[in-house]
Every structure is written in structure tokens, then in C-alpha cells.
């Protein structure tokens, strides 16, 4: 994708207004989130387990944008990465249920997306999910990890649309994924520590 210095700074800003807007936590807004314990080995395996899949979902992140820039990439090889990392995303997302109970129905609801991914409209996906239309009220903080769910299919939206793959479509799965990307930390801190 060649980008020219004009398209790539309007790609900048907007990503930085994005990365803003999309309500990062500070360490005490992080301490303050009403979390359950972890008490016993078993429990702690499975964070541990979580802290590598989150490692693998940032991995499968990125190397999604690098192909955004290789030009023999067609839309189904960016849909099966964006599948691989809702799979992935999916197992964090256990986890933050079980460490963040307050979370558990709007996270729930979140994953039955999954189910209408061949038929829902982009913009039916940004009301609903992006901007919880479609789901109950939550605190703050289950947010983060919603994204990691919610992004990825909008990839995988944004593909079945746009099979050809066009510029102003990968321009759009780039912030996608560069907007999820800015959640993987604050979940790590929200669910893993």
C-alpha cells in the first residue's frame, strides 16, 4: 500500500483521535476495577495461559497490517488472519469473564456476533457492537476487552464487502487493527496482573 505523505498523515491523525476516543485507563482507574482474586494454581494457569494467547493476538495483529502492504494479499487471506485472531480473542475473553464478573453478560452478548458475521451490515456493526447499540450496559472497563473482538470482525465485515481489497478498504482494516492494538495493554493489565 502506497500511502502519499498527505494520506499518511490524515491516517495518522486519524488514528491518534481514534486511539484517544477509544478511552484508555490509567493506572489508578486500572487498580481501582473490582477484579476476582486469583487463589489457587489452577486459576493461575489459566492467566497464564491468556497472558501468551494476548501475546499471540498482538503478534497476529501486526503481521495482519504487514500484509495489508504485500500487494499479491487477497481479502480471503486478511478475513482467515482477522478469524484467527477472533479465535483468539474469543479464549481472552473467557478469561476476562472469570476476572472481571461485571463484564460477564456484556462480553457474553459481545460473542454472539460471531454467529451473524456473514450477514450483518458494516454500519449495523458499528452501531451495535462499536458502540454497544446491540449490547447491555457495563462498566468501563469491559470495554477494552470487547475491542478485541468487535475489530476483527469488522475486518472480516470489511472483507466480505470488499473482496477486491481496495485501497480505502485496507486504509480501514489498518485502523481497525492499529485501534485494537492500543487495548491489548490496558486488557493485559485489566486481566492478566
Given at each position: 500500500?502506497?500511502?502519499?505523505?498527505?494520506?499518511?498523515?490524515?491516517?495518522?491523525?486519524?488514528?491518534?483521535?481514534?486511539?484517544?476516543?477509544?478511552?484508555?485507563?490509567?493506572?489508578?482507574?486500572?487498580?481501582?476495577?473490582?477484579?476476582?482474586?486469583?487463589?489457587?494454581?489452577?486459576?493461575?494457569?489459566?492467566?497464564?495461559?491468556?497472558?501468551?494467547?494476548?501475546?499471540?493476538?498482538?503478534?497476529?495483529?501486526?503481521?495482519?497490517?504487514?500484509?495489508?502492504?504485500?500487494?499479491?494479499?487477497?481479502?480471503?487471506?486478511?478475513?482467515?488472519?482477522?478469524?484467527?485472531?477472533?479465535?483468539?480473542?474469543?479464549?481472552?475473553?473467557n478469561s476476562?469473564?472469570?476476572?472481571?464478573?461485571?463484564?460477564?453478560?456484556?462480553?457474553?452478548?459481545?460473542?454472539?456476533?460471531?454467529?451473524?458475521?456473514?450477514?450483518?451490515?458494516?454500519?449495523?456493526?458499528?452501531?451495535d457492537y462499536?458502540?454497544?447499540?446491540?449490547?447491555?450496559?457495563?462498566?468501563?472497563?469491559?470495554?477494552?476487552?470487547?475491542?478485541?473482538?468487535?475489530?476483527?470482525?469488522?475486518?472480516?465485515?470489511?472483507?466480505?464487502?470488499?473482496?477486491?481489497?481496495?485501497?480505502?478498504?485496507?486504509?480501514?482494516?489498518?485502523?481497525?487493527?492499529?485501534?485494537?492494538?492500543?487495548?491489548?495493554?490496558?486488557?493485559?493489565?485489566?486481566?492478566?496482573?
Open positions: 500500500m502506497n500511502l502519499s505523505k498527505p494520506s499518511l498523515f490524515i491516517c495518522l491523525f486519524i488514528l491518534s483521535g481514534l486511539a484517544y476516543s477509544s478511552g484508555t485507563m490509567n493506572e489508578d482507574e486500572i487498580n481501582d476495577v473490582d477484579r476476582v482474586e486469583v487463589s489457587d494454581e489452577e486459576a493461575r494457569q489459566r492467566l497464564s495461559i491468556t497472558a501468551g494467547l494476548l501475546a499471540d493476538y498482538e503478534i497476529a495483529a501486526k503481521k495482519l497490517i504487514l500484509n495489508l502492504d504485500n500487494e499479491s494479499t487477497k481479502a480471503i487471506d486478511i478475513s482467515n488472519q482477522a478469524k484467527a485472531l477472533l479465535d483468539l480473542s474469543e479464549n481472552v475473553i476476562a469473564q472469570y476476572r472481571l464478573p461485571q463484564c460477564d453478560e456484556y462480553l457474553a452478548k459481545t460473542l454472539t456476533l460471531k454467529d451473524t458475521l456473514q450477514e450483518i451490515s458494516h454500519s449495523s456493526l458499528e452501531k462499536h458502540h454497544d447499540g446491540a449490547l447491555p450496559k457495563a462498566a468501563g472497563e469491559c470495554y477494552h476487552t470487547k475491542d478485541l473482538f468487535v475489530h476483527p470482525a469488522t475486518v472480516i465485515v470489511l472483507t466480505r464487502d470488499d473482496p477486491t481489497l481496495n485501497e480505502k478498504t485496507k486504509a480501514s482494516i489498518n485502523l481497525e487493527i492499529s485501534e485494537v492494538l492500543a487495548h491489548t495493554e490496558v486488557v493485559r493489565q485489566l486481566v492478566i496482573y
